[in-house]
């Protein structure tokens, strides 16, 4: 089976299989706890920590472990409510679990604006420039999309709202932490997400790095875990499980690697002049549409040959349509034929270029079926 779906989940690494092992069954204290092996616990708790906001390239700031994306997303914008009339701004090429909050707050009476994104699938920084004004609370804009893999400028996006706003930044990371190397001080945003399953990490946790951790309220009342911010014992296990992915991966050396795979492919798929390629900058995520061929046909037809992709996140398999490609100006027809291609560095070419042909194979057949 050749797996590209790898912005949907990616396989853990065995090193931090051990972690999760060793922190469920051996060291498997309450870091609440008052006695010396909790206490153990709790100070590997903070070399976590302080493990993902080296990676992040944060100096300052802290990091709240949730339970993955969704979770943190949702702290990041419901957290950052105050009472008054403040209004927020959302891209439209969010992730559900940021996007969805947005509706919820229209639906609570919320002043709430959509960004539209430009063909290259990036935001559009114009539209941003004259939305954002004294009454801007929060602005989200994600870095790297799940969809397209298109690249946002956040330093840009930062400096947008900086200049027009005290409006809070929060950037979903989750398909650019661990893949492309960036500094989060450099870029200005005030939160960032990451999901461990995202970076060969287990399922069920992840982070939410906030600059200040008085910026948010907590939506979540307990014991006052992390910060105050996220109440309930830690899953340590899994943190343990992430700081060992995180720390395997070399994020530059990677990014070449994987560069390198989704060249091999598209140089295939381009020679044939049914497939519309979406250039974009991660070299993780590629989406591309066969003329005249259904996307979610032909995902299950590379199944049956063996072959895994996607026709889009599957946090949003169950909505007709595609809200992001749609949002870009890509034709109907086009987003009905769509795939999304996701590598991870760790593929052979040899792969790759198998599932290239397939690919090319199942649309061909398909294309003769619907003529």
Known sequence: MIYLDNASTTKMFESALRQYQKYACQLFYNPSAFYRPAREVKKALDDARQTLLKRLGAKQGDIIFTSGATESNNLAVQGSRRNGKWEYVFSMGEHPSIFNVAKELERQGCTVHYLPLQENGEVDYNALEKVVNEKTRLVCVMHISNETGALNDIKKVSQIVKTKSKALLHVDGVQAFNKIEFSIDDLGADSYTISAHKFHGPKG?????????????????????????????????????????????????????????????????CDDGNVKIVQSFSPYILSISYRGVNGETLARALQDEGVLVSTGSACSTKKAGNRILESMGMKKEEVVSSIRISFNAYMSQEEVEEAGRKILLCAGRLATLNV
């Open 205 to 269: 946790v992840g982070a939410l790095y906030v600059r200040n951790p008085n910026s948010l309220k907590s939506l979540v009342f307990g014991g006052g875990q992390e910060n105050d911010l996220r109440s309930g014992t830690e899953n340590v296990p899994g943190i343990m499980a992430m700081k060992e992915a995180c720390e395997q991966i070399d994020v530059a050396k990677n990014f070449e690697k994987t560069q390198r795979l989704k060249s091999a492919l598209t140089q295939i798929l």
